[in-house]
């Protein structure tokens, strides 16, 4: 008799134990985990992080590749406040951080505080241009060494060709949708390939509103509810990459150049966020 006690603990073992396995099974062929690659969480998560946060650089970290484990994938990252010299690799204030697809679906980002270029960007605008920018265009600059990063909203979306007409070394990020609107912002910055893993050579330097279409039309139907953890909904973001007009830009511009664009008709708005001298950086 406790030969078959001993039995029949054991075979009630045994069917917890398949019961448990066959139920994480379904658990997880259930888990938005199932199917998604590392590298296909990197190349919607990384890029879309950065296209709803245009006021910080954010960079899939080639350094490091991204990790898939049983509880979730992880996606390196590089990201910097937006700095006025963007194709300057700098350290300061440069950090390493991680976005996460847990296994429950939900998506864990990095921690990124609003700072002077957020309200620039989410903030309805208030004034074409505040009295303290203004008398900062007034500053004398012969020797054409007075650089600033800019936010600048346009009175209707223009295309970046059309503004890069204004200015010759072109801008560092579109704005695809309105200041002050609702919902995530959607921009795109200028960027070598490498940073973003799009399907062009590593070295290769893309227009913002070139990546932004090459990103976007890399996207498939089932990369929407990725997409909507980060508030951004893949329809509207093929409608605004087709259209491929912006509605506002940050560009890193000298004093000249933005005197000139304060008195366009196409500007709103200008907003000077940090200034310095450009042969601190050239």
């Known amino acids: 008799m406790p030969s078959v006690g001993r039995r029949h603990h054991l075979l009630l073992a045994i069917v917890l134990v398949v019961t448990t396995v066959l139920a994480l099974g379904v658990g997880w062929m259930r888990s938005p985990l199932a199917g998604v690659s590392s590298e296909r969480a990197a190349f919607v998560l990384a890029n879309g992080l950065a296209a709803s946060h245009p006021d910080y650089r954010i960079r899939i970290d080639d350094a490091s590749e991204a990790h898939k484990s049983v509880q979730n ?28 697809l847990l296994w429950s679906g939900e998506v ?28 900062f265009l007034s500053l004398s600059d012969p020797q054409h060494q007075v ?16 503004v890069n007409l204004w200015l ?11 200041r ?13 390939c490498r940073d973003r893993n799009l399907s062009c050579p590593q070295d290769e330097l893309l227009r913002a509103s070139e990546g932004f279409q090459l990103w976007v039309a890399a996207l498939r139907d089932d990369d929407a509810p990725l997409l909507a953890k980060l508030g951004l909904d893949l ?41 310095g001298l450009a042969d601190a950086r050239d």
């Open 73 to 100: 994938v992880s996606v390196p990252l590089l990201l910097d406040p937006r700095p006025a010299y963007p194709l300057i690799r700098g350290p300061e204030a440069m950090r390493r951080e991680n976005i996460e």
């Open 108 to 135: 864990t980002q990095p921690l990124l505080r609003p700072w002077r270029l957020t309200g620039a960007i989410r903030d309805p605008a208030s004034s074409p241009m505040s009295p303290d920018d203004r008398a």
């Open 147 to 162: 650089r600033a990063l800019v936010v600048v909203w346009l009175s209707e979306p223009m295309t970046e060709e059309a």
């Open 168 to 178: 010759p070394n072109g801008i560092d990020v579109a704005i695809f949708t309105e």
């Open 180 to 192: 002050g609107s609702a919902g995530s912002p959607v921009s795109w910055d200028t960027h070598f």
């Open 235 to 275: 329809a509207d973001l093929r409608r605004r990459a087709k259209n491929g007009k912006m509605y506002g830009f940050i560009a890193s511009a000298e004093l000249e150049e933005i005197r000139i664009l304060s008195g366009r008709n196409q500007v709103r708005s200008i907003q000077i966020i940090s200034a």
